[in-house]
């Protein structure tokens, strides 16, 4: 199987990376998911389907293996954050320009996040 590229582990300037889930096909590695990610997946407790007998994230989101960044289908945030002179903006991956778009910004990354989720009522994580 492929290693991580750097795209893979470190976002870029504008808060863009790929998605490092492994993909397989017919039992085989067959790369990485490399859709747009926007950083690692928030942390969240995670509680044993007695049903199953899987541990399943307590937000049900997804559970499986990500080595670093992960795309929003796996678990990864919902927004992006880049930095902007001495502060953070949030934007969500529809975002245009700051007045086409909903934006927020913060002295941290957290805070714009929370920011832009208080802004819009979506969630951003």
Same mark, same amino acid.
């Given at each position: /199987?492929? @290693?991580?590229?750097?795209? %893979?582990?470190?976002?870029?300037? /504008?808060?863009? #990376?790929?998605?490092?889930?492994? /993909? ?8 990485? $998911?490399?859709?747009? !990610? ?9 509680? /044993?389907?007695? $049903? ?12 499986? %293996?990500?080595? =670093?960044?992960? $795309? ?10 880049? !930095?902007?002179?001495? =502060?953070?903006? !949030? ?8 007045? +086409? ?8 990354? +957290?805070?714009?996040? !929370? +920011?832009?989720? @208080?802004?819009? #009522?979506?969630? @951003?994580?």
């Amino acid at each position: /199987m492929s @290693t991580l590229n750097q795209h %893979h582990s470190q976002l870029d300037e /504008m808060g863009f #990376g790929k998605c490092s889930v492994p /993909m397989w096909s017919g039992g085989c590695p067959s790369g990485f $998911c490399d859709k747009p !990610a926007f950083g690692v997946p928030p942390h969240s407790p995670m509680r /044993m389907n007695y $049903c199953s007998g899987q541990m399943n994230r307590e937000d049900m989101r997804y559970a499986g %293996h990500v080595p =670093a960044l992960a $795309c929003p289908g796996h678990g990864g945030p919902r927004s992006r954050v880049f !930095a902007d002179g001495d =502060a953070y903006c !949030a934007v969500f991956p529809d975002f245009i320009n700051i007045q +086409e778009s909903a934006c927020a910004f913060a002295a941290t990354p +957290e805070a714009a996040r !929370a +920011e832009l989720a @208080t802004l819009t #009522g979506r969630t @951003t994580a």
